[in-house]
């Protein structure tokens, strides 16, 4: 009977990914990086891409949260979090509208030609829309 591999979390950042990599592989969880090598030929894939994923075997999910402590794990179809509003676990981690300032914009076009967009990302709830961050007590609310 062959284990599902599922995503434990992805980064923008490959050291990031790398050490938490480090530390799972420290405690003989076996695990992997995946679309590295898309952000090493050509960074601007890389968010289209949705970053470098670690990617673990779904028995191991429990144990890379003890090892990881604290930290937030986003994991394919399974989530280890709940959302403040109405305690759904049917929440994932990803970009989130940001408000924008009207003055940048246009100073921005007028001088480069183009707006820099920024997505800060978030947990963001599929059942109430609301968007929050780990340990928050109360969410920024509803997208």
Known sequence: MQDKIVTLSSYY??????????????????????DDNVMSANPFYNQAMGGIKIKVFEHDLELCRQVLGEEVIAVENVSLTTCPVCQSTDVFYGP???????????????????????????????????NFKQGEEKANGVV
């Open 13 to 34: 950042d490959l050291m990031e990914a790398e050490i938490i990599l480090g530390r799972l592989k420290a405690n003989d969880i076996q695990c992997f990086i995946a």
């Open 96 to 130: 989130a509208p940001a408000t924008r300032n009207w003055l940048s914009i246009a100073i921005s076009t007028l001088f480069l030609g183009a707006y820099p967009v920024y997505l800060e990302r978030t947990w963001i709830c599929k059942h109430c829309g609301a």
